[in-house]
Nanobody, 122 residues
Framework: QVQLVESGGGLVQAGGSLRLSCAASGRTFSNYAMGWFRQAPGKEREFVAGISWSGAIRSYADSVKGRFTISRDNAKNTVNLQMNSLKSEDTAGYYC???????????????WGRGTQVTVSS
């Protein structure tokens, strides 16, 4: 019942910022925990950030904590990822996901977007 479409990716210089957005359509968006994953070439998919259905709980990978901020606006059916102080190792395809809760989403998300590419140059 949920479709996810990411936007906001692109090429940015190290130290710069990008804001990723995920637009959701469906009747039960506000009932899902939402999050972002990324996958770089030759590497496994990794969890980046998650947010509970109410926005009260937020979780971040240690590698992005303090640099990235996840937020959601249920009225607009969007979830965002503000990325600051970007590093070359942040280069990856970024995917929006949804699940029953953050823990369940990390194990097996119910819905996935198609992804948006983030490339950080040095």
């Amino acid at each position: 019942q949920v479709q996810l479409v990411e936007s906001g990716g692109g090429l940015v210089q190290a130290g710069g910022s990008l804001r990723l957005s995920c637009a959701a359509s469906g009747r039960t968006f506000s009932n899902y925990a939402m999050g972002w994953f990324r996958q770089a070439p030759g590497k496994e998919r990794e969890f980046v950030a998650g947010i509970s259905w109410s926005g009260a709980i937020r979780s971040y990978a240690d590698s992005v904590k303090g640099r990235f901020t996840i937020s959601r606006d249920n009225a607009k059916n969007t979830v965002n990822l503000q990325m600051n102080s970007l590093k070359s190792e942040d280069t990856a395809g970024y995917y929006c996901a949804a699940g029953k809760n953050i823990a369940t989403m990390r194990l097996a998300a119910a819905y996935w977007g198609r992804g948006t590419q983030v490339t950080v140059s040095s």
